[in-house]
């Protein structure tokens, strides 16, 4: 039996071997990759959790193929093409009935991401554009499936939260030396950090959110007690590469996000309910409806534009008068704002504003870096955007994920008997 086995292998083999001659022959080289896709699909069927984390440590590593202008795609390798394959194994998994746990399915978080996909789904039938509507339904489901679906499988070991973490900050750490580094060859100038990181980042303003986000992940493992001590060094060391380019990707978005996230932690500290912070939050908004001539009076007086010097970068954060940043942010936001009056219900489609904004611009509203050419990127707002592509429906679900989400955070912060588990969940 195992010699006839060995004679199969080998046959195999060199079967193999004949066909990459003949396909490089004809100038054919993906067939080199078969073995590789072969044994992706073998730990998909079998060992699901070593492709999960296979995808994670891509992630920060994987490639733009947009930056890389190769057919002007907006698409992300290997990661993307992985999770299209989880999603797809996913689906059948749920059709055989086996290996989800029905605790996750029927979660209330789970039934609030039901209904967001399904308008999703809907508007993308009534989108402008339904083929990039239905590409972007496609890309939020396979991020749901291998990111929520079959992740939370893995974080039911403990261990298994620092070994994910440390999977994705590892190979982050790279990337951020490498943008650093790239960047010092340009004198740390900041219209280079716009690019810098291509071609693992799109642009600096998503570069930066992803190392804020990560921010305060890496603050609770370097805090947690039961932590190798050759480990917190490797950890506080990669604390100072993350400041670092947090600092250099002049992304003030994510600075002004640090220091809000500070603050709710430190309320959170202090065991404020989620309810105060939320009466809280609706009458500092009433008051900035209210009052907003004489504010906007008085962030008009600031003209200082974004700068090199980060001091002056900080300043310029609240400057509606001449930077070209800010006021291009205004416009965008104008834009999905005329989008959504003129239809309300249903918007325009799922990830269709940069395709449409641009006759919402007005003249008066353009700046310097202002484009009708698709290619500026979205609303710029994680509200406003759902609100122009989907109308009043896809802003209110994402409002009642984001409220679920807080609510569920809130509770077992201040109940979880666990330091470790207290610390990730903050």
Not at 222 to 244: H, S
Not at 414 to 426: G, R, W
Request: net charge neutral.
């Amino acid at each position: 039996m195992t010699l006839s086995r060995n004679i199969s292998v080998l046959l195999a083999g060199i079967g193999f071997a004949v066909c990459q001659a003949v396909a490089i022959s004809f100038e054919f080289y993906f067939l080199a990759l078969l073995p590789v896709v072969l044994g992706v699909i073998w730990t998909a069927l079998f060992r699901m959790d070593v492709l999960l984390m296979f995808i994670v440590m891509s992630v920060p590593a994987s490639i733009n193929l947009e930056s890389l202008e190769i057919g002007g795609v907006g698409f992300y390798l290997p990661t993307e093409p992985l999770l299209f394959g989880v999603l797809v194994i996913f689906i059948f998994k749920l059709l055989l009935g086996n290996s989800i746990d029905k605790r996750i399915l029927v979660h209330p978080i789970s039934f609030v991401i039901y209904l967001m996909l399904g308008w999703i789904f809907l508007t993308s039938i009534t989108s402008e554009f339904p083929v990039v509507s239905f590409k972007f339904l496609l890309a939020r489901m396979w991020f749901v499936a291998g990111f929520y679906f079959l992740m939370v499988h893995l974080f039911k070991k403990f261990n298994n939260f620092r070994l994910i973490s440390m999977l994705y900050l590892f190979p982050l750490f790279i990337i951020i030396i490498y943008t650093v580094v790239r960047h010092a060859g340009y004198g740390f100038d900041k219209t280079a950090g716009h690019w810098v990181m291509e071609p693992f980042f799109k642009d600096h303003t998503s570069y930066g959110a992803v190392l804020a986000m990560y921010f305060p992940v890496l603050v609770s493992l370097i805090i947690q007690r039961k932590v190798n001590p050759l480990l917190r060094v490797f950890l506080i060391l990669g604390f100072i590469v993350l400041t670092t380019g947090i600092v250099l990707s002049y992304t003030r978005a994510a600075w002004v996000s640090l220091v809000v996230a500070g603050g709710l932690f430190a309320l959170m500290l202090l065991r404020i309910k989620l309810r105060t912070l939320i009466i809280a939050f609706v009458g500092i908004a009433s008051f900035v409806w209210i009052a907003q001539d004489d504010l906007l009076i008085s962030l008009e007086r600031n003209d200082q534009d974004s700068s090199d010097d980060l001091a002056e970068h900080v300043e310029s954060i609240s400057n509606v008068s001449s930077d070209a940043s800010n006021l291009e942010r205004l416009n965008r936001w104008e834009c999905a704002l005329a989008m959504f009056e003129e239809r309300p219900l249903v918007g325009w489609g799922p990830g269709t504003y940069q395709f449409v904004y641009a006759p919402f611009q007005r003249s008066n509203s353009l700046t310097i870096i202002s484009t009708n050419n698709a290619d500026g990127g979205n609303a710029h707002s994680e509200y406003l955007g759902p609100l122009a592509e989907q109308g009043v429906p896809g802003t209110v679900i994402f409002l009642i994920l984001i409220l679920a989400v807080s609510s569920l955070v809130f509770r077992l912060a201040y109940t979880l008997p666990s330091y470790e588990l207290k610390s990730i969940v903050f």
